[in-house]
């Protein structure tokens, strides 16, 4: 999976994160433990979540 960085999830609408968060969990879960994908899904996961906190709740 592609890295979604701070600066890509800041740039992305509420709907795009969260359709890029369920794509990077999918990601994650499907992933072979200790692979690149599998820590690109993670980072990008929590770049998502952080995110999503700083916007208001239903923006």
């Known amino acids: ?3 979604i960085s701070r600066f890509e999830a800041a740039s992305r609408n509420t ?3 969260n ?3 369920r794509e990077a969990f999918n990601a994650f879960a499907s ?3 200790g692979s690149e994908d ?3 899904a993670l980072a990008s ?3 998502i979540e952080a995110e999503l906190v ?3 709740p239903f923006g």
């Open 45 to 47: 996961l929590e770049n």
């Open 15 to 17: 709907a795009e994160l």
């Open 54 to 56: 700083l916007r208001p």
């Open 31 to 33: 992933a072979p433990r």
């Open 1 to 3: 999976m592609k890295l």
């Open 19 to 21: 359709a890029l968060y």
């Open 38 to 40: 599998r820590r690109n």
